[in-house]
Nanobody
């Protein structure tokens, strides 16, 4: 059974930082394209960043230079380091694992950026 469990969300002031983690079980993340998505109230879910099996990364324009996605294959964990957070980063953040034959989602973790 595949499980992706996100953690690390919370309330932070503008300009602050958070580090999200996604612990995977039932899959070996090194062979998947792993990604972070987010969904703000009233908006569609959007890609934040992803990292493929070769280690190449891609970021949404709105987070480039502020967020960093990384993967620890030994711990089977995906991480998103978020710096210089803005109110518009407020959303539920979801971990995603994608291969040619399946796509899996975590339950999400809330990130709120507010003073």
């Amino acid at each position: 059974q595949v499980q992706l469990v996100e953690s690390g969300g919370g309330l932070v002031q503008p300009g602050g930082s958070l580090r999200l983690s996604c612990a995977a079980s039932g899959i070996i993340i090194s062979i998947y394209t792993m990604g972070w998505y987010r969904q703000a109230p009233g908006k569609q879910r959007e890609l934040v960043a992803h990292i493929n099996s070769g280690g190449s990364t891609n970021y949404a324009y709105s987070v480039k230079g502020r967020f960093t996605i990384s993967r620890d294959n030994a711990k089977n964990t995906l991480t998103l380091q978020m710096n210089s957070l803005k109110p518009e980063d407020t959303a539920v953040y979801y971990c995603n694992a994608k291969s040619a034959i399946r796509a899996c989602w975590g339950q999400g973790t809330q990130v709120t950026v507010s003073s």
